[in-house]
């Protein structure tokens, strides 16, 4: 069953440094998401991509954070200049089309620990 | 209030009981409806889609009230495994795709 890939499953950065955390949707997927969650908390939406482009992004996706689709098959978020309250699991995850009843599947995350 | 809410539990049940969350939501535009489970420290798993009509799959049970806001899930037979965070999910169009947005989930403990 094909699935969402994500590395590394866990990344340790220093405040102020720049990570880049990697997905690799399911192969047919056309709209790709990153989502975190920090511990204890709810899952958060932070950004969706189609097409090349941001489709939507939340307020907590400012502009210390991007997103890039470097190739066919892998999907990036970057965060610029780590701060404390970044640590979080980030999660990716694809879905086939944006159509409000498709399903989106969710790689296995990366715990990002900002010291 | 809350865009989607939950009661965040635990519901602690022994084995082969029946149990059941609700979660209501504060959007009446909301399109689509989800059931996630979501192990401790692992992503958000699908467990089922929510229809208007009602849906089963095995021991589970979703139902939807748009009228009311809210969506329910039941669990008959309760197993070892079923212990996890139920999450309760809305997709709902804003300004450009369709979101999810997270209920902060329902924990349940099943006991031997």
């Known amino acids: 069953e094909p699935e969402v890939t994500q590395t590394p499953s866990h990344q340790v950065t220093q405040m102020g440094q720049e990570v880049i955390l990697r997905c690799v949707p399911i192969s047919n997927h056309l709209y790709f998401y990153w989502y975190r969650q920090i511990l204890g908390q709810k899952v958060e939406f932070l950004v969706s991509f189609y097409n090349n482009e941001i489709s939507e992004k939340s307020e907590i996706f400012d502009d210390q954070f991007s997103v890039e689709r470097p190739d066919g098959s892998n999907f990036t978020l970057k965060i610029r200049s780590t701060k404390l309250e970044d640590s979080a699991m980030y999660f990716c995850?694809?879905?086939?089309?944006?159509?409000?009843?498709?399903?989106?599947?969710f790689g296995p995350g990366t715990r990002l620990t900002v010291t | 209030r809350k865009e989607v809410e939950q009661d965040p539990g635990p519901f602690n049940v022994p084995e082969g009981a029946t149990v059941a969350f609700n979660c209501t939501y504060s959007?009446?535009?909301?399109?689509?409806f989800f059931w996630y489970r979501q192990d401790c420290r692992k992503e958000p798993k699908l467990l089922m889609s929510v229809y208007s009509s009602g849906n089963e799959d095995g021991r589970f049970t979703a139902q939807l009230n748009r009228a009311s806001q809210y969506i329910s899930l039941l669990i008959r037979d309760s197993k070892l495994s079923d212990s996890a965070t139920y999450l309760c999910?809305?997709?709902?169009?804003?300004?450009?795709?369709?979101?999810?947005?997270f209920g902060t989930g329902t924990r349940l403990k099943v006991l031997a």
């Open positions: 995850a694809s879905s086939v089309t944006v159509l409000s009843s498709y399903e989106q599947y």
């Open positions: 999910v809305v997709n709902g169009r804003t300004s450009g795709t369709y979101k999810y947005i």
């Open positions: 959007n009446s535009a909301s399109q689509s």
